[in-house]
């Protein structure tokens, strides 16, 4: 039976790798974006190409009260695009990256990352509770940052490790039903993530690559497939885990 997955912030970076490699492994995929639809509706026809199906649909995870009317707008697709009343993994992926030092974060910089990293993911997930399948998945995206401290990043890795809290009390509260969650953790990946930093700035990229076992920086193709793995039943056993992805980043 098909499965399908919804794919928060599909539409580039680590979120839309993930959603090829979903596709590449047999899963079909409703993918959200923010704002960038020509750039979700490419992602779409990629998979298409490639024998899914797949929909995009508009989503701001800092908009929570905007999930009622999206769990309602997904319904109506997985209806009439699957003849389906629920999906099966829901992989919480979108996000911004925002450096401010301690002493220079805006309380509205630290509202915008609660919103987005934080309170988005957790209520969108409580919204969606619903419509995904027993025995279905959950994995949500951490960061290497909540593991190590780089100036800049305490706002943004603080939210990050509070998904990973709350991460093992989904694995608890769902686990009756046969839902396991997990959360990827990258390290710096190549994407148009914080400005396209990590893949831009030559100086960044090479003192990252110093601090990397692997002696490099990380690329999408480096998380999407551990992303889609995480919903196979091969892994069916891997529950309430934070899987870091880094390369081994300053060990
Ligand atoms: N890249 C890294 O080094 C790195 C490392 C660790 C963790 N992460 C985490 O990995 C996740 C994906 O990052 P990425 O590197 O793929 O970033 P990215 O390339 O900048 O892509 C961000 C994605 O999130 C979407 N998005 C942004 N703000 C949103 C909002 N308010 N509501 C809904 N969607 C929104 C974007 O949609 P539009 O295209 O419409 O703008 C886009 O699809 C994030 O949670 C990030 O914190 C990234």
Known sequence: MTKIAI???GSRGLGRNAAENLAARGIDVVLTYKSNQDEAEKVVKSIV???????????????????????????KVLKDH????RFDFLINNAGIGTWALLKDTSEEQ???????????????????LPLINDNGGIVNVSTGLARFAL??????ASMKGAMEVLTRYM??????????????APGAIETDF????????????????????????????DIGPLIAIMCLDETRWVNAQRIEASGGMFL
């Open 7 to 9: 794919v928060t912030g």
């Open 49 to 75: 190409a490639k024998g899914r199906k797949a929909k995009a649909m508009a989503l701001d995870v800092s908009k929570s009260k905007s999930f009622s009317g999206f769990a309602e707008d997904l319904q």
């Open 82 to 85: 699957w003849g389906k009343d």
């Open 110 to 128: 630290f509202d915008e990352l609660v919103n987005i990293h934080f309170k988005g993911p957790y209520f969108l997930t409580q919204k969606l």
């Open 151 to 156: 100036p800049g990043y305490s706002a943004y």
């Open 171 to 184: 694995a608890k509260e769902l686990g009756p039903r046969g839902i396991r969650v997990n959360i990827v």
């Open 194 to 221: 914080s400005g396209g930093a990590v893949r831009d700035n030559a100086e960044m990229n090479k003192h990252i690559a110093s601090q990397t076992a692997l002696g490099r920086t990380g690329l999408p193709d």
